[in-house]
T-cell receptor
Framework: AQSVTQPDIHITVSEGASLELRCNYS??????LFWYVQSPGQGLQLLLK??????LVQGIKGFEAEFKRSQSSFNLRKPSVHWSDAAEYFC???????????????FGQGTTLQVKP | EPEVTQTPSHQVTQMGQEVILRCVPI?????FYWYRQILGQKVEFLVS????????KSEIFDDQFSVERPDGSNFTLKIRSTKLEDSAMYFC????????????FGQGTRLTVV
């Protein structure tokens, strides 16, 4: 069955420290992978996506993610975290019927990031 | 910047009542979606909608749920007879295509059934 796992429910890092949020997926075909962020009272905002090509993808706000097929992972990284990065982060895989990979998303349970001053 | 807007932001309803959640997708988008997130659980896909028809729906989307695009701008989710377990955050999303692009999400409507 298709699934996305984010092993860390809650992570706390100090401002300026590096960050890595883990995501593992289970999907039979070529995965189309996304990271979304949700700040309090806000909707889900796309950080980055992977469809094909270079396995290291760059996103907004200084985030990047690396697709590793052998590990079924799509971990999100940022070299230096800012206090404004405190939010909930969701990894997702596009799992629509046929070739659709955009709207029907299977989400992980999310990782809440807390940033210490 | 264009955005998906949802109203209301919070709705409280009595069990057994009908509720309609409203969404205005981005104007040139053709594909529309509803998701829900029960407190403490994952964001779950409910339904996708294109060309005035449901394209795909999940097991959650049973006969109690319906979607409609009543005019050129709104996209609604109706729950006919709400249950306590329908309490959740409901997200609307839209996309210009359904392949190799991204869905844009609204800020959500928190539905509380009492």
């Amino acid at each position: 069955a298709q699934s996305v796992t984010q092993p860390d429910i809650h992570i706390t890092v100090s401002e300026g420290a590096s960050l890595e949020l883990r995501c593992n997926y289970s999907y039979g075909a070529t995965p189309y992978l996304f990271w979304y962020v949700q700040s309090p009272g806000q909707g889900l905002q796309l950080l980055l996506k992977y469809f094909s090509g270079d396995t290291l993808v760059q996103g907004i706000k200084g985030f990047e993610a690396e697709f590793k097929r052998s590990q079924s992972s799509f971990n999100l990284r940022k070299p230096s975290v800012h206090w404004s990065d405190a939010a909930e982060y969701f990894c997702a895989v596009g799992a629509g019927r046929g070739s659709s990979n955009t709207g029907k998303l299977i989400f992980g349970q999310g990782t809440t990031l807390q940033v210490k001053p | 910047e264009p955005e998906v807007t949802q109203t209301p932001s919070h709705q409280v309803t009595q069990m057994g009542q009908e509720v309609i959640l409203r969404c205005v997708p981005i104007s040139n988008h053709l594909y529309f979606y509803w998701y829900r997130q029960i407190l403490g659980q994952k964001v779950e896909f409910l339904v996708s909608f294109y060309n005035n028809e449901i394209s795909e729906k999940s097991e959650i989307f049973d006969d109690q749920f319906s979607v409609e695009r009543p005019d050129g701008s709104n996209f609604t989710l109706k729950i006919r007879s709400t249950k306590l377990e329908d309490s959740a955050m409901y997200f609307c999303a839209s996309s210009v295509e359904d392949i190799d692009t991204e869905a844009f999400f609204g800020q959500g409507t928190r539905l509380t059934v009492v």
